[in-house]
């Protein structure tokens, strides 16, 4: 079964940080480029870092640049998102997904995880 499981989320006051892992089961990983993605309440989905298939070319929100940094690991079939400097506006439900394509891209995603829980308060 294709799945695609996150998680590291948590309570982390400003300033601090926090790891993602986006963990993929059921298919290979080094195919594809991997998104992630936030929606914080009552706001939509934004995309937040994108990843090629070949971790070569990698993207970021102006919003999270310079904070965020995006890995992949293809042997243990895992994305990660390292996060630092979080802010209160980065409080979200992060997602990562898989995109039919292997460039890095925010669209074309064909299967979602169900999210993790970040966030970001004193």
């Known amino acids: 079964q294709l799945q695609l499981v996150e998680s590291g989320g948590g309570l982390v006051q400003p300033g601090g940080s926090l790891r993602l892992s986006c963990v993929a089961s059921g298919f290979t990983l080094d195919y594809y480029a991997i998104g992630w993605f936030r929606q914080a309440p009552g706001k939509e989905r934004e995309g937040v870092s994108c990843i090629s298939?070949?971790?070569?070319?990698?993207?970021?929100?102006?919003?999270?640049?310079?904070?965020?940094?995006?890995?992949?690991?293809?042997?243990?079939?895992?994305?990660?998102?390292?996060m630092n400097s979080l802010k209160p506006e980065d409080t979200a439900i992060y997602y990562c997904a898989r995109?039919?394509?292997?460039?890095?891209?925010?669209?074309?995603?064909?299967?979602?995880?169900?999210?993790?829980?970040?966030?970001?308060?004193?």
């Open 53 to 82: 298939s070949s971790g070569n070319t990698i993207n970021y929100a102006d919003s999270v640049k310079g904070r965020f940094t995006v890995s992949r690991d293809n042997a243990k079939n895992t994305v990660y998102l390292q």
């Open 99 to 122: 995109s039919t394509f292997r460039h890095c891209n925010y669209y074309g995603m064909d299967y979602w995880g169900k999210g993790t829980l970040v966030t970001v308060s004193s």
